[in-house]
């Protein structure tokens, strides 16, 4: 079993960056796929960026392409998302989820993922 957890999230205004880092603990010999998601409020959850436990692979969803960016640091079992040229519509609770090994058939997909952390709330202020 694994847990993740969040942090760096706050509030910024628009235009503004901020870095979010997810650790991975427990048994964490093996190696995770990660994702980040986020959820806004009276929205659902929606699937953000992924990287392969080699860190070889990343994906991410149209909203964010050019501004995110997902990359991990296995040596401490953690994973960010720099976040760049933050909008009011990225408000939402960020969460962070891992999965053994890959995805069964989507990278893309949050329900791929099995163990996810409580989220660290991301504020854009316009």
């Known amino acids: 079993q694994v847990q993740p957890v969040e942090s760096g999230g706050g509030l910024v205004q628009t235009g503004a960056s901020l870095r979010l880092s997810c650790v991975l603990t427990?048994?964490?010999?093996?190696?995770?796929?990660m994702a980040w998601s986020r959820q806004a409020p009276g929205e659902e959850r929606e699937f953000v960026a992924a990287i392969t436990w080699s860190g070889s692979r990343t994906s991410y969803a149209d909203s964010v392409s050019g501004r995110f960016t997902v990359s991990r640091d296995n040596a401490k079992n953690t994973m960010y998302l720099q976040m760049n040229g933050l909008k009011p519509e990225d408000t939402a609770v960020y969460y962070c989820g891992a999965v053994l090994g890959t995805p069964r058939s989507d990278y893309m997909s949050i329900a791929e993922y099995d163990y996810w952390g409580r989220g660290t709330q991301v504020t854009v202020s316009s």
């Open positions: 427990g048994r964490t010999s093996s190696s995770y796929s």
